[in-house]
């Protein structure tokens, strides 16, 4: 059979929370898990749960100095370390040296990164690109054994653009983002939630290991392909606030000419945009200090061939 991709068991697998030390899910659940790892344990592994940025965290924060989340670029991980630079900074080297490199045969095989939105973007499963396979088949497998979750899939990596994120230190990574949750604040529902995706998850991985066969299909993404800033003033300040039948609506088609702001002397200012396109990530907190109001997406079908972890089982 043609088209079946084969890859090797994956035993490294870790877990990563506060990696934004004020998304709180991740932190709680990754700080419990560090206590006892038990509910981490399956038949062919056991993952390992990581405090990503323990500084940002201790201070309830999205980051110290600078966004870790975007500290894993190719300059910031091949540069040597000088003493004045971010703590964010040396610590991406840090997570690339126990966890990747990046790009090595060293490097682990899956990190599942958790982290939480203000946004109404209820449960999204971040991967980079549509044909980073393992991945799509991870999301599929969350799809189908948690259809009540309505998990969509989200690719960050826009064309031409450089992989900066923790996930990408890894082979495979994916990142899980919950939301509406508050800054610095545990939503029980949030929490249930992410802890189920991350048991499902290391299901997937399990049944993996153990030689399961993972037969094609085809799923709709969210592609990123841009972004939009609220209108400022000419003193810089923003003008205008989110409209309110935008707000909680993300992965919900917007049309030229929607309301996308309502301005504070009350005039609607419409979408200008050329196409439809699907806002996400709408009115996130920290987002705020790029005065980004939102994400725009485009919806595509993707097809992703199956996948086997053992090819000698295969007749090609
Ligand atoms: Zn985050």
């Not at 088209?3 to 870790?14: E, T």
């Not at 670029?73 to 966890?99: G, H, M």
């Not at 899980?176 to 995706?197: N, S």
Request: hydrophobic share 35%; glycine share 6%; with cysteine.
């Amino acid at each position: 059979m043609s088209g079946v991709f084969s890859m090797n068991p994956l035993h490294l697998v870790a877990v990563t929370g506060g990696t934004h030390g004020n998304e709180m899910s991740g932190v709680t659940l990754v700080k419990h898990w560090l206590k006892d790892s038990t509910e981490l344990a399956r038949e062919t592994f056991t993952a390992v749960p990581l405090l990503a940025n323990p500084e940002a965290t201790e201070k309830c924060v999205r980051y110290y100095e600078r966004d870790l989340n975007r500290c894993f670029t190719r300059d910031i991980l091949n540069s040597t370390e000088s003493q004045d630079e971010p703590y964010e900074v040396k610590r991406a080297r840090e997570i690339n040296r126990e966890f990747g490199p990046r790009g090595s045969v060293n490097a682990y095989d899956v990190i599942l990164d958790l982290h939480n939105t203000t946004s109404n973007m209820g449960v999204c499963l971040i991967v980079s690109e549509a044909h980073r396979h393992l991945e799509m088949h991870a999301c599929h497998y969350i799809q189908t054994h948690l259809p009540n979750f309505d998990p969509q899939i989200f690719l960050y990596k826009e064309p031409g653009s450089e992989l900066y994120d923790l996930a990408s230190v890894s082979k495979a990574g994916i990142g899980f983002e919950l939301g509406p949750q508050p800054q610095g604040v545990v939503r029980g529902d949030m929490l249930q939630k992410m802890k189920t995706l991350v048991k499902v998850t290391l299901d997937f991985i399990n049944h993996w290991n153990q030689g399961m066969e993972f037969p094609a299909f085809e799923v709709d993404v969210y592609q990123r392909v841009g972004h939009v800033q609220f209108p400022l003033s000419p003193d810089g300040e923003v003008s205008a606030v989110v409209h309110p039948s935008l707000q909680d609506r993300d992965f919900f088609l917007l049309h030229p000419g929607d309301p996308a702001f309502l301005s504070l002397d009350d005039q609607i200012i419409p979408y200008t945009g050329e196409q439809p396109v699907y806002p996400v990530f709408i009115n996130e907190a920290a987002y705020y200090e790029k005065n980004i109001a939102f994400i725009l997406a485009k919806k595509m079908q993707v097809s992703v061939p199956a996948l086997s972890s053992t090819s000698q089982k295969r007749t090609l």
